[in-house]
């Protein structure tokens, strides 16, 4: 199993995470993510609090995980929540 949860949003790399996630994992292993989407607030990878000087963050489209996912799984199910919480859950 791997989980990688509220990470995406930090990293311009993120959908190379989940390729390597993907990578990783035996067959019949689960993965689970969550990210932050619209219209979640900009926040700190440190404390949650305003963006530091040179972090990077964008929110994550449910349909640019969807995409990620579709190339890296054969199964998967992804949920959105209107306060800006995009999940989903796969398996190889």
């Known amino acids: 199993m791997a989980l990688c949860l509220e990470v995406f949003e930090h990293p311009p790399e ?3 995470i989940i390729r390597n996630m993907r990578r990783l994992l035996k067959p019949g292993s689960l993965c ?3 990210a932050a ?3 979640r607030a900009p926040h700190s990878a440190v404390d949650g609090e305003a963006l ?3 972090e990077y963050y964008a929110n994550i489209p449910e349909e ?3 995409q990620v996912l579709r190339d890296c799984f054969p199964q998967y199910e992804i949920s959105y929540l209107p ?3 995009v999940q989903a ?3 190889t």
Do not use: E, I
């Open 14 to 16: 993120w959908t190379r």
């Open 32 to 34: 689970v993510v969550t």
């Open 37 to 39: 989407s619209d219209p």
């Open 52 to 54: 530091r000087c040179g």
């Open 64 to 66: 640019a995980l969807r």
């Open 83 to 85: 306060r800006g919480d």
């Open 89 to 91: 859950l796969a398996c």
